[in-house]
Structure formats: C-alpha cells, structure tokens
C-alpha cells in the first residue's frame, strides 16, 4: 500500500507533502501516524535544515476525512481521548520542530489543516485558498489545534471564527496573522525559495535559540504544551460523546440539517 506522505530531500531542505488528493488531504489515524513520523526524522536529520510541509492536489487539507469522522462518532469518550491525543502529538510535534519549518499552502484548508498551518514557522498561501475552522458547524470546537491557532492570530480573531465556523479567504488569513504571505498560486514556489534561501544562510544553532526564545517569551515550552494538549484532548473527547457533538456528526455524515437549526 502506498504510503499518505511523500519525502523529499534537495540540498538541506526536507519536503514533506501529504499524498490523498482524491480526499483533500484529509485526515485519519494513517495519515497522523505517517506524517508524525516523517517530521520526527526530518527533525533528528543532521542533514537537514530546513521543513517543508505542502500537500498534493487541490486542497491543503480538509480536517478530518468522512471514515474516521464515523469512527470517532462511534467511540465511547476513552477511545476519543487516544484519537485526540495521537493528533495533538502531531500538531506539537511540528510546532516544537528542532528547524524552521514553512508551510506551502497551495490550497484550502479547513479544521486540522488550520492546525497544521498555525504549528509552522513560516506559512505562505496560494491566493485562491479559502481557510476555515468549521468544527462548531458539527456541534464540536477546535479543541486540539486552538493553542496553536490562537498563537497565530490572537484572542479576538480566535473568538470570532472559532465561534462562527464561517470560511475566510487568503486575504483574510493574512490580515489575522494565518498566513503571511499570500501570493498567485504560480509564484507560490519562487516565494518559498526565497525565503528558504535566507534561511539555510542564517546559523543552525541560532536558528534554533531564536525558536526557543520566542516559546519562552510566549510562556509554553514544550512540557507545557503537552499538558495543554492533554486538557483539549480531554475536552474533544468529551464534546464527541455528548448530545450536541453526536448530534452535529451524525447530521453531517446523513448530510441533514443538524437539530439546533
């Protein structure tokens, strides 16, 4: 069986690129194994310096994919907690890479794939990309990737898509601090060469400090982070279980009206 993430090395840059087009890169308990391990090895790589994280086809990410939804709607509250606490490993793990890491968000990107972005570094958009954390639609909240994703655009920005679940466009992520740069899909690749470049010029051990630096001032290490994964873990698991989540799921995956409407 093929696998869901495809290496690539060239020079010192690894590229890590989610391979399940057909789905929109979403989601499920292969692809997080997967790609969790792909970025451990990048990160212990002496040889690499630098992490790309780009996907394959039209989308970046969708969030989760339709199998596992039906599977976590299915699981009693301790079998959501290792579900959750296997992506939060994921999302920390990426967040607290030993490199600098550049997300290549070529296209839209909803739920986890949101996460996936606010954990790197360094994140450039194609211009046609349409961004939303739509986990409130299905009676749920983004419990998992909401520390990252308030890092990235702060407290009142959080509060409004976190509550609305409505979709933004690349401009949009821009201006709240999701993506920095944002570009016509054709000069995606020119813009991260760029940037690249500067990178592999910057000192490898400075680098690394400054990354350090910014996670002290901003108060959570990576111990931390692991404590508050096991909170929003805890909190997910108890969301899919209750009334409103296993209302909003089933809803979704009959394709109805879910009942708060």
């Excluded at 290549?104 to 790197?120: D, Y």
């Excluded at 749920?140 to 979709?167: E, M, T």
């Excluded at 466009?169 to 813009?191: F, K, M, S, T």
């Amino acid at each position: 069986m093929a696998g869901m993430v495809r290496v690539g090395l060239s020079g010192r840059v690894a590229t890590l690129t989610m391979d399940r087009p057909a789905v929109h890169n979403a989601f499920n308990a292969e692809l997080i194994a997967e790609l969790t391990a792909a970025l451990q090895r990048a990160g212990a790589d002496p040889e690499v310096r630098a992490v790309v994280l780009a996907a394959e086809g039209a989308s970046f990410s969708a969030g989760a994919d339709l199998n596992w939804m039906r599977a976590m709607a299915a699981f009693g509250e301790a079998e959501n907690l290792a579900d959750a606490l296997r992506l939060a490993e994921l999302m920390r793990t990426l967040a607290y890479l030993p490199k600098p890491t550049v997300a290549r968000v070529q296209g839209s990107a909803f739920g986890g794939g949101v996460g996936l972005i606010a954990c790197c570094d360094i994140a450039f958009a194609a211009s046609e990309a349409r961004f939303g954390l739509t986990e409130s639609k299905l009676g749920l909240v983004p419990a998992v990737i909401s520390p990252y994703v308030v890092a990235a655009i702060g407290v009142r920005h959080a509060r409004r898509w976190f509550q609305s679940g409505a979709l933004f466009d690349a401009a949009r992520a821009q201006q709240i601090g999701l993506v920095h740069e944002v570009v016509p899909a054709a000069e995606l690749d020119a813009l991260i060469e760029k940037e690249l470049d500067a990178l592999l010029k910057a000192g490898p051990t400075a680098m690394l400090v400054a990354k350090r630096l910014v996670e002290g001032i901003f108060g959570r290490d990576e111990p931390a982070q692991k404590k508050l994964d096991e909170q929003t873990a805890a909190l997910i698991a108890r969301l899919r279980v209750s009334m409103e989540g296993q209302e909003g799921l089933a809803a979704f995956l009959e394709k109805r009206t879910p009942n708060w409407l």
